[in-house]
């Protein structure tokens, strides 16, 4: 059974620092790209990153470009988000999602999601 | 503002069927076959229920189907029943810098 399960979600100030992990189980973790999505408080879900099986493709948002980053340590079938220059507007849900193997822009598992909330 | 666009609610009684419609640019949805489908309970993870426009993953009723023409995807639901009341999101692949984008997201009420 595919499992993936979210960890690191706290409350932070302003301009701090959050790196949230993904422990991945149930499945070849190396074999499958991963994403990070994200869902304010009562709002839509937001793609946040994509990271593909080997660590050598990366995607980011436009909003966390420059601030997020996403890698994977498949040794320890685990996907990570540091998150840098926390600002208010990243308080959300995060889930890390499994890319469905043929297309990666399908996410076909999901955690549960941590939730991070980002104020003074 | 979310990149695709999204009716805010649907309703429908038991037994009806409903169609939820997603609507994009040339960008997103009209130039990529690559659009999927999310149901979300309430405090649950998304539960991925169409890929590609119309292929249905393993496990998922056949009472769900997906559709495209143009800009605008369509999610369309058949003999509703009292457990398909939930959020459902589109999303598709994107040739902008944001890879992938999602509509708004659309709650589904049986009434």
Not at chain 1, 104 to 108: E, G, L, N
Not at chain 2, 58 to 62: F, K, L
């Given at each position: 059974e595919v499992q993936l399960v979210e960890s690191g979600g706290n409350l932070v100030q302003p301009g701090g620092s959050l790196r949230l992990s993904c422990a991945a189980s149930g499945f070849t973790f190396s074999s499958y790209s991963m994403n990070w999505v994200r869902q304010a408080p009562g709002r839509g879900l937001e793609w946040v990153s994509y990271i593909g099986g080997t660590s050598s493709t990366i995607y980011y948002a436009d909003s966390v470009r420059g601030r997020f980053t996403i890698s994977r340590d498949n040794a320890k079938n685990s996907l990570y988000l540091q998150m840098n220059g926390l600002r208010a507007e990243d308080t959300a849900v995060y889930y890390c999602a499994r890319s469905s193997g043929g297309s990666?822009?399908?996410?076909?598992f999901w955690g549960q999601g941590t939730l991070v909330t980002v104020s003074s | 503002q979310s990149a695709l666009t999204q009716p805010a609610s649907v309703s429908g009684s038991p037994g009806q069927s409903i169609t939820i419609s997603c609507t994009g640019t040339s960008s997103d949805v009209g130039g990529y076959n690559f659009v999927s489908w999310f149901q979300q309970h309430p405090g649950k993870a998304p539960k991925l229920m169409i890929y590609d426009v119309s292929n249905r993953p393993?496990?998922?009723?056949?009472r769900f189907s997906g559709s495209k023409s143009g800009n605008t995807a369509s999610l369309t639901i058949s003999g509703l029943q009292a457990e398909d009341e939930a959020d459902y999101y589109c999303s598709s692949y994107s040739s902008s810098n944001t890879h992938v984008v999602f509509g708004g997201g659309t709650k589904l009420t049986v009434l």
């Open positions: 990666w822009w399908v996410s076909d | 393993s496990g998922v009723s056949n």
